[in-house]
DNA sequence: TTCTGTGAAATAGTTCACAGCG
DNA sequence: CGCTGTGAACTATTTCACAGAA
C-alpha cells in the first residue's frame, strides 16, 4: 500500500476534506483545485496539496482534483470503505444522545449495541437498539463484531470499562468522560472532553477581554507575578 | 500580566494538567515534580517546564512546584477564578445531555439558559432550567450575562444559530455539531465532532489491521497507487 | 543532592515559490 | 494558461542536556 508515514496533522485534516467534498460533490462539482478546497476547509493550499500527495493522491495539473476520486480515495485513507459497527457503554442521557443522533449512522459508523451496568435499563430500546448488560460485552462484541466503542458512562468507572472493552477485543476507543484513560500501546484511545474544550476558550476569551481593557468582566486577578529574568 | 505568547499547543495541555493538579490536591500531595506531572499528563518533563514557565508559573529547584498555588495560576491563566456562565441552543437529545451533565457546573460552567426554536419545548424544565425561545435571546444574553455557548442544534440551522449568538453579544461559542461555522475573528469558536473523531480513530485501527497483514476485516482496498517518484 | 529553568539541537509542520505537466 | 507536485525556507514545538538554585 502507498501510505508511507503520515503525519497526525494531516491524519486529523482528513475527515474535514471529506465533509467539504461530499458536499462539493453534492453540488455537483466534478472536480475541485487544491485553492478551493483549501477555502473550502479553511487552511493553505500548499497543506492540501502536500496532505493529498502524502497519500498517493494524484491530482491533474491545469485542472485540479476528481471530486469523486478524491471522496474515494481519502475514505480508503482513513479506512470508510467499509462501515466501522460500534458499540455504546453506558446509557445515560449522553448515551441516549449518540444512539438517537443519526450522524454517526450516515457517516459509516452504526451503533450496533448498547451496554449498561444498571440491570433496571436491560432490555429497553433506544433508537431501535435494546440496551443490555455490560457483563454479556464479549458475547456481543463477538455477536456484532465490533472493533471500536464509545465510553458515555460517568468518568469514576471510565477506566474500568475500557479494560473490559480492551479484554473483549474492543481495539479502538472514544472516551466521552472527564477522565484519561490508560491502556496498552496498541489500543487508539481518543478523548473528548467538553469542560476541556470551554476551558480552552475561555483561555482566550480572557485574554481578549484583558486586552480590552478589562470592561466589564470582574476578574479575581491573580497577584503581579514578577517575570522571569 | 505576565504572558507573553503561549503557544496554542501549550494552552490545550493547560486543562489536563489543572485536572491531574486536582486530584494531586485531593490525595494530599503539597507539591510534585514536573516529572511526576508530565507523567499524569502523558507528555515530556521538559514540556511541562516549558509550559509553565511560560506563564510565568515558577517552582522550587530540588523540591518541585506547590500544587495548591500552580492550580491557583493555571486557573488565573485560564481565567476561571471565575466562573463562566453558558448557554445551551437547542435541547434535544444532546442538549439534554449537556444540561443533565454535572461536570460542567462543577467545573466553572454553569449552564444558565436553555433556547430552543420548538416553542412546544418552550416552558419545560430540564435540569432545573426553564426552556426558552431563540426568540428571546438578547433578553437572555443580557439578564444571565452570559459570553460561552454551546451550539447542540441539528446542523442544518448551526450556521444561522451561530449569527444569532454573535449578533447577541456572545463571543465564544462551542459547535457541537458536524458543519464548521464560519464567524468573524473576533469570535472564537470550537468544534467537537463525534464522527471526524471516530474516521480518525478508523485510520489509525486500518493501518494496524494492515500492519497485520490484513487479518479479518475484508477491505474494500484501494487499486495500487503508482508512488509518486 | 534533587529538581528547576533554559540555551541549543532536533523534529514536526507549514508555507513559499516555481518548474513543468496537461 | 492554470494548477499540481515539491524542493527549500521558514515557523512552531518538542526534547535533550546541563548549569545552577535551594
Redesign the pocket.
Known amino acids: 500500500m502507498a501510505n508511507e508515514r503520515v ?4 491524519v486529523a485534516r482528513l475527515p474535514n476534506y471529506l465533509r467539504c467534498l461530499i458536499d462539493l460533490a453534492a453540488n455537483g462539482a466534478a472536480s ?4 478551493r478546497l483549501a477555502e473550502l476547509s479553511d ?5 492540501v ?2 496532505d ?2 502524502t497519500l498517493g ?9 476528481d471530486v469523486k476520486y478524491l471522496v474515494f480515495q481519502i475514505n480508503a485513507a482513513l479506512g470508510l470503505n467499509q462501515a466501522w459497527p460500534i458499540l455504546v457503554v453506558g446509557v445515560g442521557n449522553l448515551g441516549r444522545a449518540l444512539a438517537n443522533y443519526g450522524g454517526l449512522e450516515s457517516r459509516g459508523f452504526p451503533i450496533r449495541a448498547l451496554l449498561d451496568i444498571d440491570a433496571a435499563l436491560v432490555g429497553d430500546v433506544v433508537a431501535g437498539v435494546a440496551i443490555e448488560h455490560l457483563d454479556d460485552l464479549d458475547a456481543v462484541v463477538e455477536r456484532e463484531d465490533v472493533a471500536m466503542a464509545v465510553i458515555a458512562t460517568p468518568a469514576a468507572v471510565a477506566q474500568e470499562v475500557a479494560e473490559k472493552l480492551t479484554a473483549a477485543g474492543i481495539v479502538s476507543i472514544l472516551n466521552f468522560t472527564a477522565t484519561p484513560i490508560s491502556l496498552p500501546d496498541e489500543i487508539e484511545v481518543r478523548r473528548v472532553d467538553l469542560a476541556t474544550e470551554l476551558q480552552i476558550l475561555s483561555f482566550y476569551q480572557q485574554r481578549r477581554t484583558a486586552a480590552r481593557g478589562g470592561t466589564g468582566v470582574p476578574l479575581t486577578s491573580a497577584p503581579a507575578l514578577s517575570a ?2
Chains 1, 2 share one sequence.
Not at 503525519?7 to 494531516?10: N, P, Q, V
Not at 487552511?43 to 497543506?47: E, G, L, Q
Open positions: 503525519s497526525g496533522a494531516t475541485v483545485s487544491s485553492e487552511v493553505n493550499s500548499a497543506t496539496r502536500r493529498l500527495a493522491i494524484t491530482g491533474t495539473r491545469g485542472v485540479g482534483y522571569p529574568s
